[in-house]
């Protein structure tokens, strides 16, 4: 104490300084991090924007030659330069639609089931199994709907459908002859099997949020475990679950690799399930190599810009759904 | 050994290696067709054994090929599909054809084994086109009398994928069949009237092993090395042959070389008796004027090796050798149209 106060005036200027100096480096860290930080968001956009601005810029000699007649047509005729996105659209809305149809219901009972019903030793090991499916690189799933679950289907389970719709006037239209093994249905399921992960793990997280008091208050009021579910969890996490159903549908949209396997690839507008169609990536996949002209590649292009706007929507849509949730407060 | 002199020697090293790498060898680049993919690759390793050049090819498709030699990113191009010679003005490039292929109708029928039916071209345009529905069709019988033809339904099996084999295929069904040449017409990929597509010879493969009356086509040394079940063709002389080396070979003798500019020619459909119907040439493409003197002189070097000792390696594979008489018409137009800054021929 003593000594401080003889040479006070002194100790404190350099302390004074000192603290100055520290805090003025702080200052310097904590901008440069904040610009870091901004610099790497904006990066983020300017790709993005990099991205929409190609794609436009290559799609350019399609959209000059076709108009908006590329997306009504379902003519892709390489051999003559006429191209329009219908029959590949059409595809990839339709095995989209199915994969949702299968993998929605499946995905929300294995969420309820984990969340509700499961017992606790069995919660991690059954969830785990889950996430791996989402683990499964898709080249691989491509390969066992070709060699497995596309002969299978063609062997059992696809005429005994064709016989079963046979009278029934509009599923017969969708389930008619003769089983390929692979197409839309095919590609469908395959598609629902890589979704399913996605689907469950997002439900499994906004279940986990519904509050227990409010639970016990619907097994207070006598409900069983099916009505609290129904009249509790589910209303509570509506829009969880609808942002993590749009999730796996944008993964649905985009998939190529194992799509490409089990599709048929045939760039026409089938009416039944069972016919070989086109998705929009597998037709990119399949043709860019060797899409020898301008107008063909500008086409393929033309194609992935449609796919990017459609994804780009349907993610909008789901991240719009999180958020809105989120502000509700879980 | 101190770091410093470590790196120092490491310097050293690198030095030398760079040095010695540009005294002795040159480096040549190419992209392109899938098709020819495996025989360039097996050449270039030989290639380097023996003379320290080496040959870096990626096979990254037809139309990938010709993007990059137009603009000037690698020594050479190659295509399935010969550029015709405006194109070749237009970019400053010579083309020739490098290697042979042929391309075979493959099925899966039971009770019939390879070469025990023939097919002739309008009745292989009317299977693909989904006119000819089952295999014992009148059509299909009055070409195979003797044979037990079952009442299969054909499933068609063609390739998804943009390829050299589709666009040789069609183009040999737009020749035959005018029925074909209107409603489909040849491309690399065409808008297919009937079947499913799958991914690659591969793909052709497997499906048409998988599917009880299936039909596809294949590159012959998939159909060989799959053991698939592959038809006899009627060519264009009216004769019956087998898919094998000495018919290939008769399509690319008997074409008529000499009067087709920058060898833009079809293998398909050729004259003569022996000839396989559906024989396909691959292409290089070489500009003019390289800019890469060096890289040109180097690749020229290799494919006249190719010419000259790449035979039993390509029939290894499967592959058809060009026909000598092609290949001195070829080395002519190097020394015609090839040229350096100094107006000189590049082959030397």
Known sequence: ?330 | MSFKSFVRTGLVAAAAIAVFAGAQATDISGAGATFPYPIYSKWAAAYKTETGDSLNYQSIGSGGGIKQIEARTVTFGATDKPLDSADLEKNGLVQWPQVIGGIVPVINLDGIASGAIALDGPTLAKIFLGEIKTWDDAAIAKLNPGVKLPSTAIAVVHRADGSGTTFNFTDYLSKVSPDWKAKVGSATAVQWPAGIGAKGNEGVANNVIQTKGAIGYVEYAYALQNKLTYTKLINSAGKTVAPETPSFQAAAANADWAHAPGFQLILTNQPGDASWPITAATFILLPKQPKDEAAAKAALKFFAWAFDKGGPAAEALDYIPIPAAVVTLIKKTWEDEVKGADGKALVN
């Open chain 1, 1 to 330: 104490m003593a000594d401080i106060a003889v040479k006070g005036g002194q100790v404190a200027y350099e302390d004074a300084a000192r603290r100055a100096r520290a805090l003025s480096g702080f200052k310097f860290r904590d901008t440069t991090f904040h610009w870091l930080t901004f610099g790497a968001a904006v990066a983020v956009l300017l790709i993005l924007g990099g991205v929409i601005a190609s794609l436009i810029y290559g799609s350019l000699p399609a959209i000059r030659a076709f108009g908006l007649g590329f997306l009504v047509s379902n003519v892709w005729n390489p051999a003559t330069d006429h191209y329009g996105a219908l029959a590949a659209v059409y595809g990839t809305v339709v095995t989209s639609f199915i994969a949702m149809i299968i993998a929605v219901p499946i995905g929300l009972g294995v969420a309820i089931f984990l969340t509700e019903l499961c017992p606790h030793a069995l919660r991690r090991p059954i969830g785990t199994a889950i996430e791996l499916l989402a683990g499964i690189p898709s080249i691989i799933y491509g390969i066992w709907g070709l060699f497995v679950l596309g002969p299978f289907l063609q062997q059992y389970i696809q005429p005994a459908l064709i016989k079963a719709f046979a009278n029934i006037p509009v599923l017969s239209t969708l389930f008619a002859g003769p089983p390929y093994g692979i197409g839309l249905l095919t590609a469908g399921l395959i598609l629902a099997i890589m979704v399913l992960p996605f689907v469950s793990a997002v439900a499994r997280d906004v279940f986990d949020t519904v509050p227990p008091l409010l639970k016990e208050a619907g097994y207070g009021m006598g409900y069983t475990t099916w009505e609290v579910i129904r009249n509790i969890v589910i209303p509570y996490t509506r829009v969880g679950v609808l942002g993590g159903v749009m999730l796996g549908l944008g993964r649905a949209l985009g998939e190529t690799m194992a799509v490409t396997f089990v599709i048929g690839n045939a760039d026409v507008i089938p009416t039944s399930l069972l016919a070989p169609g086109t998705t929009i990536s597998a037709a990119i996949a399949n043709e860019f190599t060797e899409a020898v002209g301008d107008l063909y590649t500008s086409s393929l292009i033309e194609l992935g810009l449609i796919l990017f706007v459609i994804t780009f929507i349907v993610l909008a849509i789901s991240r719009f759904m999180l958020m809105r949730l989120e502000r509700q407060g879980g």
